[in-house]
């Protein structure tokens, strides 16, 4: 949710399923302060990202095969960010672009 809180930050929140059931989930403020929902999302992602990658080694360590995995999201213009593209002013939103272009694509 954007700029929910009363220092207008925004919250992201998660579930990761595997099979029928939550593997793992969360809910929490996000650390800086966004200038529009899209950007939100981008952070929310970005933020969500590395938790899914170990929880994905995690699981194969143990002896289960992963496929590929799958974001649900609710904004579209994060959603075309994300796979199209597109530098931003700030550099901590570009850091975290690119670390969530270069996952979608590998």
Known sequence: SFAVHPDMKSH???VMSMGKGAVLSTSRKQKLNTTSST???LVAVSDM?????????????????????????????AMLLERNGRKSSTRHVNIRFFFVTDKIKN
């Open 12 to 14: 992201t929140g998660a």
């Open 49 to 77: 990202m590395p938790m899914i990658m170990w929880t994905r080694l995690f699981l194969k360590e143990h002896g289960y095969e992963m496929g590929k995995s799958t974001i649900y999201q609710d904004k579209r213009s």
């Open 39 to 41: 950007v939100a999302k």
